[in-house]
C-alpha cells in the first residue's frame, strides 16, 4: 500500500463524522484539503452524500414503477431476492 492509498484509509475513516458536522475543525480541515486534491476520495465523500440526502428527504416519496424491482433485480443476479408480486 502506497503513502496516498494510507492517507485516504485515513482520511475516509473519518467520513461518518465529518458528513455528521461532528468531525474536529483541524481533521475537517485537513480532510476538505485532502479532498481537494485526490479525486476518488471526493467521488466517495460526495457519492456519499447524496445518497444520505436522498434517503433522508426523497426516497420515501418516490414509488417504484412496477416491474422496475424486479428488473433491477434480475440486472444485479439478485432474482432469489424478488418477492412474488413485486
Avoid: W
Avoid at 467520513?15 to 476520495?41: I, K
Avoid at 457519492?47 to 444485479?76: H, M, W
Amino acid at each position: 500500500m502506497n503513502d496516498q492509498s494510507h492517507h485516504c484509509e485515513d482520511i475516509l475513516a473519518t467520513l461518518a463524522d465529518y458528513l455528521e458536522g461532528d468531525l474536529p475543525e483541524n481533521l475537517c480541515a485537513e480532510l476538505e484539503s485532502h479532498l481537494r486534491s485526490c479525486e476518488n476520495c471526493r467521488v466517495v465523500v460526495d457519492t456519499t452524500s447524496k445518497t444520505i440526502y436522498l434517503y433522508q428527504n426523497v426516497g420515501r416519496e418516490v414509488s417504484v414503477p412496477d416491474g422496475a424491482r424486479a428488473r433491477l433485480f434480475q440486472c444485479l443476479k439478485l432474482d432469489d431476492f424478488i418477492l412474488p408480486g413485486k
